[in-house]
Antibody, heavy 119, light 106 residues
């Protein structure tokens, strides 16, 4: 069955970097766009970034542009989110989720990985 | 596009009919989805394209609307439906979610 499994979260100091991974299985990875969606503790959902199915196109929410980079290793069916210059407001559970098109809804989600930015 | 959900929370009893509204700051067609999230879990897709029921989702859930006003209706609330519900638009980037509606037991 479709599975998305995130890893790489943890506690990091403000200004430092962290890389999250999302391992996909059970579907043809290159046939879907993959997103990162985050949820701060006790708050709602916020879409963060998308990478197109062929890895050609990406887009970010304004608050992370220039600091976060989304990439993929199709040979490993894995999506990454490289996060730099982390801020306290980046503290959240980060989920990866897939959509069947660039403009899409999320039909499968991972359980998420918690990133805590704190000194 | 900003999405405003109302109410932000509600208390209801098993068997009640529940309606949640999602209003968009600018109109679009039907590029809207609804999700259910339980504590500590990932969101689960319920409805897409404003009114299409995702496979496996009980028929007591339904969605309607287009333009700026959308609704999610639960026709007869069940114990497993107590959760937080979010709308999401996929008409334009950045993709956005509503603030959520928490459905609690009365």
């Amino acid at each position: 069955q479709v599975q998305l499994v995130e890893s790489g979260g943890g506690v990091v100091q403000p200004g430092r970097s962290l890389r999250l991974s999302c391992a996909a299985s059970g579907f043809i990875f290159s046939g879907f766009s993959i997103h990162w969606v985050r949820q701060a503790p006790g708050k709602g959902l916020e879409w963060v970034a998308i990478l197109s199915h062929d890895g050609t196109y990406n887009y970010y929410v304004d608050s992370v542009k220039g600091r976060f980079t989304i990439s993929t290793d199709n040979s490993k069916n894995t999506l990454y989110l490289q996060m730099k210059s982390l801020r306290a407001e980046d503290t959240a559970v980060y989920h990866c989720a897939r959509s069947s098109s660039w403009f899409g809804y999320f039909d499968s989600w991972g359980q998420g990985t918690l990133v805590t930015v704190s000194s | 596009i900003q999405l405003t959900q109302s109410p932000s929370s509600l208390s209801a009893s098993v068997g009640d009919r529940v309606t949640i509204t999602c209003r968009a700051s600018q109109g679009f067609s039907t590029a809207l989805a609804w999700y259910q999230q339980k504590p500590g879990k990932a969101p689960k897709l319920l409805i897409y394209d404003a009114s299409t029921l995702e496979s496996g989702v009980p028929s007591r859930f339904s969605g309607s609307g287009s333009g700026t006003d959308f609704t999610l209706t639960i026709s007869s609330l069940q114990p497993e439906d107590f959760a937080t519900y979010y709308c999401q638009q996929f008409n334009s980037y950045p993709l956005t979610f509503g603030g959520g509606t928490k459905v609690e037991i009365k």
